[in-house]
C-alpha cells in the first residue's frame, strides 16, 4: 500500500513535469526525456521484464504440482479460459453499444483523407495457439514465449507431481526458488515509483493534452468503458462467483493496478500482478500462478474494449454503416485479436488493424486513434490484468480453496 501510494505520488509528480516541459521548454523536454525519463522507464521495465520468465516457469510448475491431479488440472482451466472467453465477449459489446450511442467518430468531422497509418503483419492466431508446443524449450525461454513456456512448465511440474517422492528434492528446489524470486519482487519494486516517473513524464511530455481535445470523445467512450466492465463485470464476478466484496477486491488489487498503469504491460506486471493476488486476495498460488500468467497473454479485455471502441469511432469518422453481422464479426475477431495480442505496450493497436480488415474497414482509420493511444494502453492494461486476478479469485472460491480474508468484512454470503 505505502508502495502504491509511492507509486502515484511519483506518477503525479511526472504528469506535471512532463507538462510543464511540454508546454514551456519542448527543447528541454527532448534533453530531459533521453537523459532522464526514458532511462528511468527503462531501467524499472527491464528490471521487471528480467524477472517475467523464471517467475512463470517457477510459478506455473509450482502450481501444477500443487494442483497434481490432471483432471483438476482441466477443470481448473476449463473455467479459466471459459471465463475468459465470456468477459472478453462482454467487454466488446459493452464497447460497441458505448460507440453507437454516443458516436464519437461522427461528433469531430475528423479529416479521413490524409490519414496514412502503416499496418504491421498481425501474427496469425493458428499459429500462437498451434505453435503452443516448444520444440525447444530454452528458445522458448530466450524469446520470452509465453504460451510455450507455460506448457512446459505445467509439463514439469505434472511429471514432479506424478513422481512423487523420487524427486523430492527437485519440488524442494522449486519450492526455494520461488521464494528466492518473491524476495526479488518485492526488491525490484523498490524502483518502482523512479520508473513510473519517468515514464509518465516520458508519455505526457511527448504527447502534451493536444491530441487529447479533438479526441475526447472516443478517450470517453473507451474510458467508460473501461470503468462500466471493471466495477459491473469484474466486480459482480468477484461478489457472485468469488463470494468477495468488490470493494475489499479493487482496495487490494490497487498496488498490481498501478504498476500496470505505470508501465503499460501486462507481461511486465506480471510478477507483482501474482504476488499481489497470492498475498493480499489470498488466491493459492497453485491457481494464481496459472489463471493469471495465462490471462496476462491471452485474456485481455481492456484491450478488446479498445478495439471495440475504435471500430464504431473509426466507421463513423469514414461514414461507413455496419451491420449487425458486422457487428459479430468484430465481437469474434476481436475476442481472437486479444488473446493474440502480446502484452506490451501498443500491442492492441497492431491487433486492431486485423478487426477492422475483417470487416473492411480501412485500416488507415487507426492513424485517427494513434495520438491518444499511449494514454489509454496505461489504463486498458491495468483492467487487462484486473481481469486475470477477477477470474484467479472466481476460481479459487469454485475449487473451495481461496483463502480466508484478513478483514472478516471483505466476505459476501
Ligand atoms: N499494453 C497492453 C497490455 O500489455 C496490450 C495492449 O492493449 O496494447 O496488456
Redesign the pocket.
Known sequence: MKLARNIIIALVAGVFVGLILNLFAPGLFLKADAFIFKPLGTIFLNLMKMLVVPVVFISIALGTIGIGDPKKLGRIGGKTIGFFLITTAIALVIALSLGLLFKPGASGNFETSTAVYEAQEAPPIADTLLGIIPTNPITAMAEGNMLQIIFFAALVGFGIAMLGKKVGKVKVLFEQANELIMYLITFVMKFAPYGAFGLIASAIGSQGFDALRAMGMYMGVVLGGLFIHSILIYGGAVALLGKRSPVWFFKNFFPAQVV?FST????ATLPISLKTAQEKLKVPESISSFTQSLG?TIN?D??AI?QGAAVIFIAQAYSIDLSTGQLLIVILTAVLASIG?????????IMLAMVLTAVGLPVEGIALVLGVDRLL?MV??AV??TGDAACAVCVAQSEGVLGEPDNNGAKMM
Open positions: 500496470a503499460s504491460s501486462s507481461a496476462a485481455m481492456g484491450t479498445m495480442t502480446a502484452a506490451v505496450p501498443g500491442a492492441g493497436l494502453d486498458r492494461t487487462n490484468i
